[in-house]
């Protein structure tokens, strides 16, 4: 299974993929996630098959279990190790994707030889050789095997994923991780729109991890943690060794537990320890309001059902009569990629919300959808240094095309995508693979997006001169209108 993130929240993984595309009409991305957990059992024992797809018109999974709807869980019982492939057809493509569970007989220690191969990999794939400088990979186990003193503490399952760990980590990339099959089936659970943590963003600025921002009343906001807090310890080690994912997998768990940060509070010379009783996190991604015949519309998140949760809330504040909008970017850390698409989607009546660029001959640009309900209000769209990613996206868009206009301070520069790809062990690995570009083809990593209208208001103050701002424009009948 491979998707894309956008960011890096400590809600699970966030997805990306890339779109297809029809002559006549662009066809919606096909996404497609399935995984096992655990996808280790003894013989007798079952395990449960997870997918979630958007974009298909039919999702089927071999072995008997036929055709399923877009999102379930299935339980299994193999008998023996057994391949499941799950099939998604959309009107212009078919994807596959492959679990192997693993089936370890209960009288004998589990075997130290590999699970069979996928059968639905290619030959080539299969057949792919490592470079001669990973001979040393081998030539150490080797040694270990013949030679360390404890030979029984030798665990082949833990030596290998520490390899990969340290190969990702060779990298010094702060979005690219390894991620153990533990903490990957957490990250799928999060997908649903819920998890266990302290509920925050967090990045990578100037080599440093940072808080993003907090989820508005979670268990972070309560305990004092602040958008720009540099992260110095996680639970007593240094932050300066871990990538973002790294950190965000150290700092979730379950609710009721603890996790204890060592923050550098901005404007503050000395660190504080913070303890935070971790809590189910809840995803509430827009908050819409009346001001007057003004509507103020803040995205705190991008979750799957933003876009429609959007929807919903425009045509609510139009129907009560909005002459204008406010929408407020500032504190959201991003998130899904289509909800960015799908929210830049209701101002903007055509065009190109973003462009994926993977390299400089490949990239893919994802078009506006049709049927926005709000792409000829009046609109204003607040931002600050810790809006980023699929806020950048939206932000950058309207701010191209001419329809919104940006208030408030540069924003994170967070323009990075990671693909997540599955492994056979059930774990995952984040790779960075391409970088974003607003439609007029300004870059986002590391650069971020310069207001039109630099401001050092904070809070109520800038929503107050956004809305006066609208005021005096919609009475002058100058403010852009849709594309």
């Not at 209960?106 to 191969?117: C, G, M």
């Not at 003193?149 to 030596?159: G, N, Q, S, Y």
């Not at 990339?173 to 509920?199: C, F, M, N, R, T």
């Not at 932050?239 to 768990?253: C, D, N, P, Q, T």
Request: with cysteine; hydrophobic share 40%.
């Amino acid at each position: 299974m491979k998707r894309l993130i956008l960011a890096v929240p400590l809600v699970a993984a966030v997805l990306l993929a890339a779109c297809s595309a029809q002559s006549a009409q662009p066809a919606p991305p096909l996404i497609v996630e399935f995984s096992a957990g655990p996808s280790q059992i003894s013989a007798g024992e079952s395990t449960t098959l997870l997918w979630n797809v958007t974009g298909a018109t039919t999702v089927s999974i071999d072995q008997g279990i036929g055709s399923r709807p877009a999102i379930g869980t299935i339980n299994v019982s193999p008998a023996t190790t057994t391949a499941y492939t799950l099939t998604a057809t959309s009107t212009v493509a078919t994807v596959t994707r492959s679990v192997v569970i693993t089936v370890n007989a209960r009288a004998q220690p589990p075997s130290d030889v590999s699970p069979e191969v996928d059968a639905d990999l290619s030959r080539e794939q299969r057949d792919t050789e490592l470079p001669a400088e990973f001979d040393i990979i081998a030539e150490v186990w080797r040694m270990l095997s013949e030679e360390y003193v404890d030979k029984d503490r030798l665990d082949a399952k833990e030596l290998s994923q520490g390899a990969v760990r340290g190969m990702i980590e060779a990298l010094d990339d702060p979005y690219s991780a390894y991620v153990d099959p533990e903490a990957y089936q957490q990250e799928l659970l999060g997908l649903e729109g819920k998890y266990q943590g302290i509920g925050a963003y967090i990045g990578v600025r100037d080599e440093q991890l940072i808080i993003i921002a907090p989820i508005a009343g979670s268990p972070a906001e309560k305990a004092g943690i602040m958008p720009g807090d540099k992260i110095m310890e996680v639970n007593g080690e240094p932050s300066s060794e871990m990538s973002a994912s790294e950190a965000a997998l150290k700092i979730r768990g379950p609710a009721g537990t603890s996790v204890i940060l060592l923050i550098l509070h901005e404007e503050e010379d000395e660190p504080v320890e913070i303890e935070i009783v971790r809590g189910e996190i809840k995803l509430e991604s827009v908050v819409a309001e009346m001001r007057g015949d003004i509507a103020y519309v803040r995205i705190t998140t991008f979750s799957r059902s933003t876009g429609s949760d959007l929807r919903a809330a425009l045509k609510d504040v139009i129907d009560e009569g909005a002459s204008s909008i406010v929408l407020d970017l500032r504190n959201n850390g991003g998130g899904v990629l289509n909800a960015a698409v799908d929210v830049a989607s209701q101002f903007l009546a055509s065009g190109v919300v973003v462009d994926v660029v993977y390299s400089e001959d490949m990239r893919t640009s994802l078009p506006v959808k049709p049927g926005g309900i709000a792409t000829d209000l009046p609109l204003i769209v607040l931002v600050n240094g810790y809006s980023a990613s699929a806020s950048e996206i939206v932000a950058g868009a309207l701010q191209d095309y001419g329809r919104a206009k940006l208030a408030g301070s540069q924003t994170f520069g967070k323009g990075a995508a990671q693909l997540v790809s599955n492994l056979r062990d059930g774990s995952a690995l984040h790779l960075t693979t391409a970088r974003w570009h607003t439609p007029s083809g300004r870059l986002i990593e590391g650069v971020g997006l310069t207001p039109d209208f630099v401001l050092e208001l904070e809070d109520e103050e800038l929503v107050d001169w956004a809305i006066d701002y609208l005021k005096r424009q919609v009475t002058a009948n100058c403010l852009p209108a849709g594309v």
